[in-house]
């Protein structure tokens, strides 16, 4: 079992930054690549950024590469997505989610259906 917990979103104006955390207990954090998703209303949850579970690799969405930075501590088990330029159709619900294997490639990082657990998400609001 592993347990997410996410926090650090907010409403903010365009243009502003955001840090998400996601703080993960229950296993062995640190075998464990992460993804960030996330999910507007209405829409269907969509990749936002991953990485491997020794940093070494990291994969972002087009729609955010450039502007977010995925990172991680594994001696605090946390992951972090770092969120600059935010824009109004940045806003969502955004999850974290733990695959129980380092790391199985971009398509595999990108497909919800890799991912063995899933944090209760937090919301980020950007008002334009």
């Known amino acids: 079992q592993v347990q997410l917990v996410e926090s650090g979103g907010g409403l903010v104006q365009a243009g502003d930054s955001l840090r998400l955390s996601c703080a993960a207990s229950g296993h062995t954090f640190s075998r464990c690549a992460m993804g960030w998703f996330r999910q507007a209303p209405g829409k269907e949850r969509e990749f936002a950024a991953a990485?491997?579970?020794?940093?070494?690799?990291?994969y972002y969405a087009d729609s955010v590469k450039g502007r977010f930075t995925i990172s991680r501590d594994n001696a605090k088990n946390t992951v972090y997505l770092r969120m600059n330029s935010l824009k109004p159709e940045d806003t969502a619900v955004y999850y974290c989610?733990?695959?129980?294997?380092?790391?199985?490639?971009?398509?595999?990082?990108?497909?919800?259906?890799?991912?063995?657990?899933w944090g209760q998400g937090t919301q980020v609001t950007v008002s334009s």
């Open positions: 990485i491997s579970w020794s940093g070494g690799n990291t």
């Open positions: 989610a733990a695959d129980l294997r380092p790391w199985s490639g971009n398509w595999a990082a990108r497909t919800p259906g890799n991912y063995d657990y």
